[in-house]
């Protein structure tokens, strides 16, 4: 088996996905024939079965397991190639009360709480059930004191706003992982459970810390990954602040997201 000489750690929402939930013709090759001396890595807020779901619907992947190590729930849940090994970090009982008494302080809001097998959505409505449609989740509507243990991640769904940015002040000193993932999207995770944490975990497993890594991500649940690049990748959609920091904007219009970063590579 040849040594890969890259590690490719590649987002999936905003970046490897356009706005219809579709992948580039062109990236699509790449992923049918990856190079040999690239090690691709999936780095993504989704979970395990959103994300292979996703890759079937745009022709890839098609195997009962999926075969690349990926970095799920933003670090949330790891997993060796072929769904092997999987590492879980799950927020405490503390952190998890907290998570619930908020989503039932604010009623008007969609929350949605992962664990490693299931979503359950609190305070559901037309557009967090559209969201969970498009997106995948199989979520099941649920009561808030009806949360189990075991949650990985909470993502919490508004359209307005100026209501998220209520949610984002009332949290601001918790002791967690959090940022918008999407414009209507903000995300919670673990104290110190990043991306940039499980992916070294996966790759110290796969006997691969070494190895150069490239990073392509566009929301500032990729800036951990960014910290750890040789180089960096953005997409012109991405947001401000990670355009900011990354050393490349590709225009996946043009010819996806994949090749440029290859051709950099």
């Not at 609190?122 to 559209?130: C, D, G, Q, R, T």
Request: charged content about 20%; proline content about 6%; aromatic content about 8%.
């Amino acid at each position: 088996m040849t040594r890969p000489e890259a590690i490719l750690c590649i987002d999936i929402d905003g970046t490897l996905l356009d706005v219809h939930e579709k992948i580039h013709p062109e990236d699509v090759k790449v992923l049918n024939q990856i190079p040999e001396l690239i090690q691709p890595v999936i780095t993504t807020g989704r979970n395990l079965n959103s994300t292979k779901a996703v890759f079937q619907q745009n022709g890839l992947f098609n195997s009962l397991d999926f075969p690349l190590p990926g970095v799920f729930l933003n670090g949330g849940a790891g997993y060796l190639p072929y769904e092997k090994g999987f590492i879980q970090n799950c927020f405490t009982q503390t952190a998890r009360e907290a998570l619930i008494t908020l989503a039932m302080s604010f009623p008007e809001t969609s929350f949605t709480f992962f664990t490693i097998d299931a979503v359950y959505l609190v305070n559901p409505n037309n557009f967090s059930n559209h969201i969970s449609q498009i997106h995948y989740l199989n979520a099941v509507e649920s009561q808030a004191l009806d949360i189990p243990e075991g949650i990985l991640k909470t993502m919490i769904l508004e359209q307005d706003p100026n209501a998220l940015r209520r949610i984002q002040k009332k949290t601001q000193n918790w002791e967690a992982e959090m940022g918008y993932t999407l414009s209507y999207a903000y995300e919670i995770n673990p104290s110190k459970i990043t991306k940039a944490n499980t992916l070294m975990a996966i790759l110290k497993a796969l006997d691969l810390k070494t190895i150069p890594i490239y990073v392509v991500g566009d929301a500032e649940n990729d800036l951990s990954l960014f910290k750890l690049a040789q180089k960096s990748f953005a997409p012109s959609t991405a947001h401000k602040a990670v355009m900011a920091r990354a050393d490349h904007i590709i225009q996946r219009e043009t010819r996806g997201i994949l090749t440029p970063i290859l051709n950099e590579i």
